[in-house]
């Protein structure tokens, strides 16, 4: 994970600094999980293949496009280190990729448009060879219309373009099915997010078949556990409830973003369970500081551009999300 966000995993107390689901796994993930542990003796079938067949089913793309791996961050750190030479952002975006480009322009949302962007205005500098779209946006939560997406992929062949649909379980037009159409296309996707397997550790590409093939032969032949395969197959075969799921996780953001409102707090639109709030006059990283001794992990974006009071919001369990409020208004 970025560097700065690093460290949360031993935090005692309401953690909302990694966008993680305040709901566990669902029931039929952990009744799948613990039935796997008895077996845990022996290695999955190679490369994941049940878990890559029912991805490659729901997708809509050949098993042959797909490569399964330990988290999604692996995935996109190896892709950086083959494109990474130049890339470019739509920013603010996740902290990950301005970390493992070796460099990278930008192109700024702006805080006066909501965060909005009509990807037709989208310009791609000469000698770029990665552009990242993450959908929805990472930290604001918003989402993007994909439909310009074809468009740009005919017109700079040479460059590869990298949709991230970490919370695609969440909202969002997802591109995934596309990718045989498309030489120079690739999706990366998580199940830590609106799935709530983040300590399974599971994330997925769909490429272009030989850059599949390539990762596939370079990694290890085994990447998940068996108990996080078994989990993952079951989530993904109650695709149902994680929609029924998202909604109540968007319910809970949007209600805490109104009573931050109430308390003088500008807070942006989004389609997730996260969202951008803006604390101004007050500074994000000592309001996070102090929220922090008091038993709350957060998230200021510390991107001088938007200023000190910018700070990401994810919502928690609602008897948690009151917890916070009223630490905030003690505070504000």
């Known amino acids: 994970m970025p560097k700065q966000e690093k460290g949360g995993g031993t935090f005692e ?8 689901n305040p709901l566990p796994p669902l029931d039929e993930a952990i009744a799948a999980a613990r039935a796997e542990l008895p077996r845990s003796n022996y290695y999955t079938e190679p490369y994941s293949a049940p878990l890559r067949e029912l991805i490659a089913e729901r997708v809509g793309v050949p098993i042959s496009f797909i490569h399964i791996n330990a988290g999604s961050e692996l995935i996109l750190r190896q892709l950086f280190d083959r494109f990474g030479r130049q890339a470019h952002l739509l920013t603010p975006t996740y902290g990950l990729f301005p970390e493992i480009a070796q460099r990278y322009t930008e192109t700024y949302l702006q805080p006066g448009d909501d965060f909005a962007f009509d990807l037709r205005d989208f310009e791609i500098p000469v000698g770029t060879t990665i552009a990242v779209i993450v959908n929805p946006n990472n930290p604001n939560g918003g989402t993007f ?20 649909e970490a919370f695609i379980g969440l909202a969002g037009e997802s591109v995934a099915h596309w990718v045989p159409q498309h030489s120079n296309l690739i999706v990366t996707r998580t199940l830590s997010k609106a799935h709530s397997l983040a300590g399974f550790r599971v994330g997925y590409a769909v490429l272009p078949e030989r850059l599949a093939h390539e990762l596939n ?14 989990a993952a197959i079951a989530t993904l075969e109650h695709e149902a409830k994680i929609a029924d799921r998202a909604l109540q996780l968007k319910s809970w953001a949007e209600a805490l973003a109104e009573e931050l409102k109430g308390l003088g707090v500008r807070t942006y639109p989004s389609d997730t369970y996260f969202f951008l709030a803006d604390f101004a006059p007050h500074d994000a990283a000592e309001l996070a500081e102090a929220m922090k001794q008091r038993g709350v992990l957060l998230k200021p974006l510390n991107d001088p551009r938007l200023g000190k009071g910018f700070m990401r919001i994810t919502t928690a369990l609602p008897e948690d999300n009151e917890r916070v409020l009223q630490i905030m208004r003690e505070l504000l």
């Open 145 to 164: 219309d994909m439909s310009p997406l074809p468009a740009l992929l005919r017109k700079h062949p040479d460059t590869w373009f990298l949709v991230d």
């Open 217 to 230: 032969d370079h990694n290890d032949a085994y990447p998940l556990a068996r108990v996080s395969q078994a």
């Open 13 to 20: 107390g309401i953690k909302l600094l990694l966008c993680e």
